[in-house]
Nanobody, 127 residues
Framework: QVQLVESGGGLVQAGGSLRLSCAAS???????????MGWFRQAPGKEREFVAV????????YYRDSVKGRFTISRDNAKNTVYLQMNSLKPEDTAVYYC?????????????????WGQGTQVTVAS
């Protein structure tokens, strides 16, 4: 059984910060350091979109343009956890944020590349 559990979402004023966490257990948790981890988000009425991805060791990361310089993805393989630090939040960042995991990601920016998903955590940025 694979389980990814996100936490850390909430309501914040524009310009504020939040730190999302995604804890892995089950199959992903046992070999967490083998998985590429991604963060995606989905706003109401919109498709799920890529936010950030991190490789197995944490040495390589990639972001969508609109969050570069504001968001930071990181991971702690000893804790089976991936994080998304979000600073300078904007109302357009409002969405449900999902973490995702997969063993065979090539690029990591599309939803179809990931086999495992969390249930999501709501982030609301008030203007």
């Amino acid at each position: 059984q694979v389980q990814l559990v996100e936490s850390g979402g909430g309501l914040v004023q524009a310009g504020g910060s939040l730190r999302l966490s995604c804890a892995a257990s089950g199959r992903v948790g046992r070999t967490f350091s083998s998985y590429v981890m991604g963060w995606f988000r989905q706003a109401p009425g919109k498709e799920r979109e890529f936010v950030a991805v991190i490789n197995w060791t944490g040495s390589r990361t990639y972001y969508r343009d609109s969050v570069k310089g504001r968001f930071t993805i990181s991971r702690d393989n000893a804790k089976n956890t991936v994080y998304l630090q979000m600073n300078s939040l904007k109302p357009e960042d409002t969405a449900v944020y999902y973490c995702a995991a997969d063993l065979t990601v090539v690029v990591g920016t599309t939803t179809s590349e990931y086999d495992y998903w969390g249930q999501g955590t709501q982030v609301t940025v008030a203007s």
